[in-house]
């Protein structure tokens, strides 16, 4: 019952931006959108998360479109540190977070 | 801050044998959660905690069992090992339930054989 559909795998080049997507069209009014990271070896990392507005940080932006039901993680200039699992997260629910099995980004110098 | 603590980093046991997984976090975070995360997979929730004394089953608790003294302390015991619990173990914490930044420790990988 997975609640947010991400690629499997992508490649970006040093330097350059990256757009990780993520569906979630089942999404309910009261979902945030969560988006963690996991470099190899260590416990996930909280990159960013929103409601309904674009939001921005230190590490990154998140795009949400309009009728929520996908959103954008945007990396504006990758560095060989990025290359991490991504996850993106739909919650709360019922006490839950549900990691699916994310995106692999490979960054290629 | 050392942020959340787990030992042992790593760990064998044998079919039958029981462990106690320690996590502690010193960030006076009410709410902690412990998560085990098979290769290639992604996360699964196992307990979680809301206070001292308060805890509550998540998605895959079977198994397994925790107990929650102090704000800092957050144990995992694992009675009878079984091979499917073979995993990497993370404890985590976060400010409220489900926050939106949960902080992670750095894992317990174990081994059932």
């Known amino acids: 019952d997975a609640k947010t559909t991400q690629p499997n795998s992508m490649e970006s080049n040093e330097e350059e931006p990256v757009h990780l997507p993520c569906n979630h069209s089942?999404?309910?009014?009261?979902?945030?959108i969560h988006w963690y990271r996991q470099l190899p070896s260590q416990g996930p990392e909280y990159v960013i998360h929103?409601?309904?507005s674009n939001v921005n940080n230190r590490m990154a932006s998140l795009a949400i479109a309009e009728d929520r039901k996908s959103s954008t993680l945007i990396l504006h200039r990758a560095t060989l540190r990025d290359a991490a699992v991504y996850y993106c997260?739909?919650?709360?629910?019922?006490?839950?977070?549900?990691f699916g099995a994310g995106t692999r980004l490979t960054v290629k110098p | 801050n050392a942020g959340v603590t787990q030992t042992p980093k790593f760990r064998i046991l044998k079919i039958g044998q029981s462990m106690t997984l320690q996590c502690a976090q010193d960030?006076?975070?009410?709410?902690m959660y412990w998560y085990r995360q098979d290769p290639g997979m992604g996360l699964k929730l196992i307990y979680y905690?809301?206070?001292?004394?308060?805890?509550d089953k998540g998605e895959v608790p079977n198994g397994y069992n925790v107990s929650r003294s102090t704000t800092e302390d957050f144990p995992l015991r694992l009675e009878l090992a079984a091979p499917s619990q073979t995993s990497v173990y993370f404890c985590?914490?976060?400010?409220?339930?489900?926050?939106?930044?949960?902080?992670f420790g750095p894992g317990t990988r174990l081994t059932v054989t």
């Open positions: 997260i739909l919650g709360p629910d019922n006490n839950d977070m549900r």
């Open positions: 905690s809301v206070g001292a004394g308060i805890t």
């Open positions: 960030m006076n975070h009410n709410y």
């Open positions: 985590a914490s976060s400010t409220t339930l489900i926050s939106y930044e949960q902080y």
């Open positions: 929103g409601l309904t």
């Open positions: 089942t999404i309910s009014g009261t979902d945030y």
